[in-house]
């Protein structure tokens, strides 16, 4: 079994800032590509951020320049800094990875999801 926890969300004013984690654990062998995604209320779920096993990474053009992905492989771990954030920001986020288990399956896992909130 896997577990994908996440943490830090939280209500903030705009120009404010927030990081997020997400913690892989359980019977794994190695984690590969972690993301970020976020949905809003009757909007669909988006791509904020992803990163690949390397380290190179990819954000949707809102956010460039203001959120930065970033992982711990030792701690098979995935984080995201939020700066200078605004009420478009405003929404759930979710991190995903795609982990080999021990029987050496390659299966995608999601976090629970943590509120983003930015409001003045």
């Known amino acids: 079994q896997v577990q994908l926890v996440e943490s830090g969300g939280g209500l903030v004013q705009p120009g404010e800032s927030l990081s997020l984690s997400c913690a892989a654990s359980g019977s794994i062998v190695g984690v590969n590509a972690m993301g970020w995604y976020r949905q809003a209320p009757g909007k669909e779920r988006e791509l904020v951020a992803s990163?690949?096993?390397?380290?190179?990474?990819n954000y949707v053009d809102s956010v460039k320049g203001r959120f930065t992905i970033s992982r711990d492989n030792a701690k098979n771990t995935v984080y995201l800094q939020m700066n200078s954030l605004q009420p478009e920001d405003t929404a759930v986020y979710y991190c995903?990875?795609?982990?080999?288990?021990?029987?050496?399956?390659?299966?995608?896992?999601w976090g629970q999801g943590t509120q983003v909130t930015v409001s003045s």
């Open positions: 990163i690949a096993l390397g380290g190179s990474t």
């Open positions: 995903n990875a795609f982990v080999v288990t021990t029987d050496f399956k390659l299966r995608t896992y």
